[in-house]
């Protein structure tokens, strides 16, 4: 008896992400590691970001561009450093360049400096006056610290993209690992039409005994 084609194995089909989202979503996580590393590394150090509020110091550094401000003392300022300082009345902050310093006894009492791009001297400042000077800038990563929304926008459109990516990565896996486990059906549930005819049960069929003839029938029948 010929033995029924045993039905193969149900295979879920993979379901692969889009190449683009992945490749998005390390972009944004990318930026998003970038944009803490400039705005949170420099704090554990005691650098303080700030953002460029206008474009007196074009072409070194353009409005929106982030600062590392870093705390230092009057006397370690050099002509040509770019300081941080704030204005007499306290409230507005400057991004300006030291072009002369006013010295006493080894003690500086002023700082000269002006804007790149402006034409005149700035006020002279006191020694209290200053924040500190720029160690680096980054460009155009300011404008986030100015407009706080638009930086929380960027770090939500990261959540939601990684998100997606990793559900697009994980979620197929889970539904297959499912679906094979489900497939493999027990032995006790297979119809009785596909059990192989090597075990199907054969019944034993006895052949009736033939009777015997006697002689004097025998006679009789001649």
Not at 70 to 86: A, K, L, T, W
Not at 144 to 165: C, D, H, I, N, Y
Not at 180 to 195: E, M, N
């Amino acid at each position: 008896m010929a033995q029924p084609t045993p039905y193969p194995p149900h295979r879920p089909a993979r379901h692969r992400p889009a190449l683009g989202s992945v490749a998005l979503t390390l972009l944004m996580v990318t930026l998003l590691g970038l944009l803490a590393a400039v705005m949170v590394a420099p704090r554990l150090v005691g650098a303080v970001p700030l953002a460029v509020p206008s474009n007196s110091m074009q072409p070194a550094l353009a409005y929106g561009d982030l600062v590392m401000v870093q705390p230092v003392e009057p006397e370690q300022v050099r002509v040509g450093d770019v300081i941080v300082f704030r204005r007499e009345s306290g409230a507005e902050v400057v991004t300006h360049r030291v072009v002369d310093i006013v010295e006493w006894e080894g003690e500086v009492v002023e700082l000269q400096t002006q804007g790149d791009a402006a034409a005149d001297r700035d006020a002279p400042i006191t020694r209290d006056q200053l924040e500190g000077r720029v160690a680096y800038s980054v460009p155009l990563i300011g404008r986030l610290a100015q407009q706080p929304w638009l930086l929380a926008l960027v770090v939500a459109v990261g959540v939601v993209l990684a998100g997606t990516t990793a559900l697009a990565l994980f979620a197929p896996r889970a539904r297959e690992a499912r679906a094979l486990a489900t497939s493999r059906v027990p032995a006790s549930s297979v119809p009785a039409s596909h059990t192989p005819a090597s075990h199907t049960p054969v019944a034993r069929v006895s052949a009736a005994p033939m009777p015997r003839c006697r002689r004097a029938d025998v006679g009789e029948a001649r």
